[in-house]
């Protein structure tokens, strides 16, 4: 299994970005799909999650209404677009693919994720 992300890079506040994340090797549609990030100094934390089917997602309070998460499941790949960006958005992100049996099932905790991609950094300049 691999998950590859792309996209971060640096970025000026109130910008916006899109990162993806290509699957291989699992069965995709099986997998619910979530989006953390860790900044220097800190734990790993949860954004957001997007269920097997696609119709629930869940955010972290800090991100609602500025981040979406999205899946392309015929293309294996989970997007993450942000918009109004801060600098306390700077971080690295990682996308992370976990098993689940209940197609409505949002995923927030990071014992819930099999797999884990190498991530992607984005840094937001104030």
């Known amino acids: 299994v691999n998950l590859v992300e792309s996209g971060g890079r640096l970025v000026q506040t109130g910008g916006s970005l899109r990162l993806s994340c290509a699957a291989s090797?699992?069965?995709?549609?099986?997998?619910?799909l979530g989006w953390f990030r860790q900044s220097p100094g800190k734990e790993r934390e949860f954004v957001a999650a997007?269920?097997?089917?696609?119709?629930?997602?869940h955010y972290v309070d800090s991100v609602k209404g500025r981040f979406t998460i999205s899946r392309a499941n015929a293309e294996s790949t989970v997007f993450l677009h942000m918009t109004g960006l801060t600098p306390e958005d700077t971080a690295v992100y990682y996308c992370?693919?976990?098993?689940?049996?209940?197609?409505?099932?949002?995923?927030?905790?990071?014992?819930?994720?099999?797999?884990w991609g190498q991530g992607t950094r984005v840094t937001v300049s104030s």
């Open positions: 992370a693919a976990g098993w689940t049996a209940v197609s409505s099932l949002t995923l927030q905790r990071r014992f819930e994720y099999n797999y």
């Open positions: 997007i269920s097997r089917s696609g119709r629930s997602t």
């Open positions: 090797g699992l069965s995709f549609s099986q997998y619910g």
